[in-house]
């Protein structure tokens, strides 16, 4: 039975590749109609994708096979929905963040700021905490958790060694005195152990042995034969300082790394780039709401998420600082402790700075077009006012049409300067080492780096959840009943589902499938659709339970000090604590900003379009 039972479960992933199809065949075969077997597509890639098992890429390429063979859709306007325009923006802003990496600009940065920190424990966190939630708004969370980490245990590392050698040596001085207690040497006589006696003038052989049987010979010295020295025993107050000192540096070390990740994955939900599910709430909204006069772009969303974003770091800082650290402010903040081992660590920093050396032409290039890129999307349509685009390319356009110009447009036209600008300043002339004439320095990209670190896959699980949008309107009609709870309840009880829903599954899975349910609900009962799809879209990066959950949670588990009920139980709180911010967030500024108490006349639609 056991034997029958470990066969299944190691070809789990072929029987439910196999069976589920078979299990949910009667629905579009019993019900019938184009509604059901488009509920049948959507029913079989959730399953898919909630059980991975195949590649979610691949999954999201099921729209391509089944929706024409079903007579749902046809095959070129289901391929056409894999290369929207926010998929544009979405390879433009992983261009920048290739750029930024493969120039190491982003260490640059982060090793700059904790400088200006310092190394107390809790401007420490605070520090690292802060430099991972910047740049995980510009670069990948995986990238940012994997740079920061090591980082984090070097400087920690050093904290541990420089406070044991201190305490060595004030245990040293304490025996070299005869005064220590536990010492076991009589007070005015001399510690015998410390006396290291001639080394300079004694030599120490193993007559007549190799390497492989020194092991039982006794040394020699100028040829007399020594007694092995016993081992100095550790006394029991050096090893209760050892004891207690390992342990409040294993939990700082713990606190440490859950500060990196967790701050990876809040702070990409600050940035319209900053992570794959806040692109795909733009397609959705794009998509099944044409005329919504690109009511989400970089600069609102930049308004709305980076409060939130700001709070949930502080409020995620003080609950770790809390199970951590403790709350002992004179000692966090480092009022009256050791400045030497300040200082060492601090110079573990340092030096990692100046391995990197004065900054580069290519790196000042990216920095330049990167802060370009961030002043053109905040500008474009800045909301207030009109923006650079409205004046120059939209004029034309009535703002419920869609725009010639989009943040898309300014991605994409900023990441092909990388293909353009040289990497190093150009000089007329010149000759290498080897009496050759220069070559033309090499662009700041090239496509072999950008093929090797680019995540093409995401593209194909983005554009699956745009073409199963099409078709998702009787499911959203199924959750009528809703009609009947406030709105406030409605959206915490919804942000609860999608933040426990992603902690088993892949939060762009998660958006794709659950947002165009959400948004065919929030028209069947007249609630605005941003008032439920905008918390679950960021409900779904609040991933903090498992180190399964997301890739900044498996990087930093992959470390070997963190045990999974020390994750879960720093991970439940700020699930809970994240919900409820974003949930003050959405009906506070959040509703002022997009007027959520009304229903949108972009959104008076009887139903979602559908084929």
């Not at 920061?148 to 070097?154: E, G, K, Q, V």
């Not at 859950?258 to 994955?265: E, F, I, R």
């Not at 702070?267 to 794959?276: M, P």
């Given at each position: 039975?056991?034997?029958?039972l470990?066969?299944?479960?190691?070809?789990?992933?072929?029987?439910?590749?196999?069976l589920?199809?078979?299990?949910?065949?009667?629905l579009?075969?019993?019900?019938?109609?184009?509604?059901?077997?488009?509920?049948?597509?959507?029913?079989?890639?959730?399953?898919?994708?909630?059980?991975e098992?195949?590649?979610?890429?691949?999954?999201?390429?099921?729209p391509?096979?089944?929706?024409?063979?079903?007579?749902?859709?046809e095959s070129?306007?289901?391929?056409?929905?894999?290369?929207?325009?926010?998929?544009?923006?979405?390879?433009?802003?992983?261009?920048m963040?290739?750029a930024?990496?493969?120039?190491?600009?982003?260490?640059?940065?982060a090793?700059?700021?904790?400088?200006l920190?310092?190394?107390?424990p809790?401007?420490?966190?605070?520090?690292?905490?802060?430099?991972?939630?910047?740049?995980?708004?510009?670069?990948?969370?995986?990238?940012?958790?994997?740079m920061?980490?090591?980082?984090?245990?070097?400087v920690?590392?050093q904290?541990?060694?420089?406070?044991?050698?201190?305490?060595e040596?004030?245990?040293?001085?304490?025996?070299?005195?005869?005064?220590?207690?536990?010492?076991?040497?009589?007070?005015?006589?001399?510690?015998?152990?410390?006396?290291?006696?001639?080394k300079e003038?004694?030599?120490?052989?193993?007559?007549?042995?190799?390497?492989?049987c020194?092991?039982?010979?006794?040394?020699?010295?100028n040829?007399?034969?020594l007694?092995?020295?016993?081992?100095?025993?550790?006394s029991?107050?050096?090893?209760?300082?050892?004891?207690?000192?390992?342990?409040?540096?294993?939990?700082?070390?713990?606190?440490?790394s859950?500060?990196?990740?967790?701050?990876?994955?809040i702070?990409?939900?600050?940035?319209?780039?900053?992570?794959?599910p806040?692109?795909i709430?733009?397609?959705?909204?794009?998509?099944?709401?044409?005329?919504?006069?690109?009511i989400?772009?970089?600069a609102?969303?930049?308004?709305?998420?980076?409060?939130n974003?700001?709070?949930?770091l502080?409020?995620?800082?003080?609950?770790?600082?809390?199970?951590?650290?403790?709350?002992?402010?004179?000692?966090?903040?480092g009022?009256?402790?050791?400045?030497?081992?300040?200082?060492?660590?601090?110079?573990?920093?340092?030096?990692?700075y100046?391995k990197?050396g004065?900054?580069?032409?290519?790196?000042?290039?990216?920095?330049?077009?990167?802060?370009?890129?961030?002043?053109?999307?905040f500008?474009?349509?800045?909301?207030?006012?009109?923006g650079?685009?409205?004046?120059?390319?939209?004029?034309?356009?009535?703002?419920?049409c869609?725009?010639?110009?989009?943040?898309?447009?300014?991605?994409?036209?900023?990441s092909?300067?990388?293909?353009?600008?040289?990497?190093q300043?150009p000089?007329?002339?010149?000759?290498?080492?080897?009496?050759?004439?220069?070559?033309?320095?090499?662009?700041?990209?090239?496509?072999?780096v950008?093929h090797?670190?680019?995540?093409?896959?995401?593209?194909?699980?983005?554009?699956?959840?745009?073409?199963?949008?099409?078709?998702?309107?009787?499911?959203?009609?199924s959750l009528?009943?809703l009609q009947?709870?406030?709105?406030?309840?409605?959206?915490?009880?919804l942000?609860?589902?999608?933040?426990?829903?992603t902690e088993?599954?892949?939060?762009?899975?998660?958006?794709?499938?659950f947002?165009?349910?959400?948004?065919?609900?929030?028209v069947?009962?007249?609630?605005?659709?941003?008032?439920?799809?905008?918390?679950?879209?960021?409900?779904?990066s609040?991933?903090?339970?498992?180190?399964?959950?997301?890739?900044?949670?498996?990087?930093?588990?992959?470390?070997?000090?963190?045990?999974?009920?020390d994750m879960?139980?720093a991970g439940?709180v700020?699930?809970?604590?994240g919900?409820?911010?974003?949930?003050?967030?959405?009906n506070t500024?959040?509703?002022?900003?997009?007027?959520?108490?009304?229903?949108?006349?972009?959104?008076?639609?009887?139903?979602i379009?559908?084929?």
């Open positions: 039975m056991v034997v029958c470990t066969g299944l479960w190691r070809y789990r992933n072929y029987l439910v590749i196999f589920t199809p078979l299990l949910i065949l009667p579009p075969i019993i019900v019938g109609g184009p509604e059901a077997s488009c509920g049948y597509v959507i029913i079989l890639t959730a399953l898919y994708w909630c059980t098992c195949m590649p979610l890429a691949v999954t999201g390429l099921l391509v096979i089944l929706f024409p063979m079903m007579g749902i859709m070129s306007e289901v391929c056409t929905q894999y290369m929207k325009d926010s998929n544009m923006l979405f390879v433009g802003g992983l261009l963040a290739t930024v990496e493969h120039w190491n600009l982003h260490k640059r940065i090793l700059r700021v904790l400088l920190v310092g190394v107390k809790a401007l420490l966190m605070m520090g690292f905490m802060g430099t991972t939630a910047f740049l995980s708004m510009w670069i990948g969370n995986t990238a940012s958790t994997a920061m980490l090591p980082i984090s245990n070097a920690l590392k904290l541990c060694d420089t406070e044991a050698q201190a305490e040596r004030e245990m040293d001085l304490i025996s070299l005195r005869g005064a220590g207690p536990g010492t076991g040497i009589p007070k005015g006589q001399d510690n015998q152990t410390f006396d290291m006696g001639d003038n004694s030599i120490t052989i193993y007559d007549g042995c190799t390497t492989e020194t092991k039982d010979v006794k040394p020699m010295k040829g007399i034969q007694e092995p020295e016993p081992e100095v025993e550790e029991p107050e050096a090893r209760e300082r050892r004891l207690k000192r390992e342990a409040k540096y294993l939990k700082l070390d713990k606190g440490m859950l500060s990196v990740c967790y701050a990876a994955s702070g990409g939900t600050a940035t319209l780039t900053g992570t794959a806040n692109l709430l733009k397609g959705q909204v794009d998509e099944l709401f044409p005329g919504n006069g690109d989400i772009n970089f609102s969303w930049f308004a709305f998420s980076f409060p974003m700001v709070l949930m502080i409020i995620s800082w003080l609950w770790l600082q809390f199970m951590y650290l403790g709350c002992n402010m004179k000692k966090l903040f009022c009256g402790t050791n400045k030497d081992g300040d200082k060492e660590a601090y110079g573990v920093i340092k030096n990692e100046k990197l004065s900054v580069s032409f290519a790196e000042g290039c990216i920095l330049v077009l990167f802060v370009l890129l961030v002043l053109l999307w500008t474009r349509e800045p909301g207030f006012m009109p650079w685009a409205a004046v120059l390319f939209n004029k034309d356009k009535p703002c419920i869609p725009r010639y110009v989009t943040d898309g447009t300014v991605a994409m036209l900023m092909t300067l990388f293909f353009v600008i040289p990497s300043l000089r007329c002339g010149g000759y290498s080492e080897d009496g050759k004439p220069l070559k033309a320095p090499p662009t700041l990209l090239n496509w072999d950008v090797k670190k680019m995540p093409w896959n995401i593209l194909l699980l983005v554009g699956g959840g745009f073409a199963l949008a099409r078709g998702s309107e009787w499911l959203g009609e009528a009943p009947s709870i406030p709105p406030v309840a409605i959206s915490f009880l942000s609860l589902l999608i933040a426990t829903f088993c599954s892949s939060n762009v899975a998660t958006t794709t499938l947002l165009p349910i959400l948004a065919s609900m929030a069947t009962i007249k609630l605005h659709p941003l008032y439920v799809m905008l918390p679950c879209t960021i409900c779904a609040l991933a903090f339970m498992l180190p399964v959950a997301t890739p900044p949670n498996a990087i930093a588990f992959s470390y070997g000090n963190l045990k999974v009920m879960a139980k439940f700020l699930n809970i604590i919900v409820i911010t974003i949930n003050i967030a959405l500024w959040g509703t002022a900003m997009f007027n959520l108490n009304t229903f949108p006349d972009w959104a008076n639609v009887t139903t379009p559908t084929p």
